[in-house]
């Protein structure tokens, strides 16, 4: 089994609340961010950290977890669960990592539609805050 150091970085910044400061360490410049709710994808480091640090505060209390991991070289899809305002949701984060084994591309998938609603009413006070 091989380790991959970009999912590994991943899970630490996690950890330690997905400070921007510390997500800017472990993302690609051209990176891109596709949000379950944002119809365009989002390009530049500094715009997928804006939207990974969003997401950060508004799954603090929401008893996140990832059930399950499958990986595959550079390319990583994380299962996770949480709850928010007592809606359960299931989604996935998609991670490809360059040969740097920083983040190139972070694609969120969330379900059931009750649940994207509320994210994107979150996810957009959030934004707007910043």
């Known amino acids: 089994m091989s380790v991959n150091p970009g999912l590994a970085a991943w899970h630490r910044v996690m950890a330690a609340g997905n400070l921007p400061h ?20 989002q390009a530049g480091r500094e715009k997928v950290v804006a939207y990974l640090a969003a ?5 603090e209390n929401s008893k996140f977890v990832y059930v399950r991991e499958l990986v595959d070289g ?6 996770f669960t949480a709850e928010i305002d007592g809606i359960k949701l299931n989604g996935i984060d998609l991670i ?35």
């Open 22 to 41: 510390e997500l800017a360490e472990i993302i690609a410049s051209d990176a891109v961010f596709h949000s379950p709710v944002v119809h365009t994808p």
């Open 55 to 59: 997401a950060g505060k508004v799954f």
């Open 74 to 79: 550079h390319e990583a899809c994380l299962e």
């Open 96 to 130: 490809a990592f360059g040969p740097d084994w920083l983040i190139r591309d972070f694609k969120v998938m969330v379900r059931p539609l009750k649940a994207i609603n509320k994210l994107w009413e979150l996810m957009a006070a959030q934004l707007e805050a910043k």
